[in-house]
């Protein structure tokens, strides 16, 4: 039997005020869920982001370095 907005708009009116909030509940979770369907990685921007930020990383990545052989030296003496 197809479901009608109608009947639905009958059912929720039978309804207590916790029994709608769980509705209201489970309808925002719908809306997310439909929401993270439509949200899609487009792959040309991200490589575009790999480029832009890979010079950076390396730079961040070898400046950390310095740091760890320090770490590793003074864990070395111990």
């Known amino acids: 039997m197809p479901v009608t907005s109608e009947a639905l708009k009958q059912d929720l009116d039978q309804l207590t005020n916790e029994q709608l909030q769980q509705v209201a509940d489970f309808i925002a979770f719908l809306k ?16 575009s982001l790999l480029t832009e930020f890979a010079e950076e990383d390396r730079t961040l990545a070898e400046a950390g370095m310095g740091d760890y052989a320090i770490m590793l030296a003074q864990e070395d003496q111990q």
């Open 32 to 47: 997310f869920q439909d929401k993270c369907r439509r949200f899609v990685l487009d792959p040309a921007r991200l490589a």
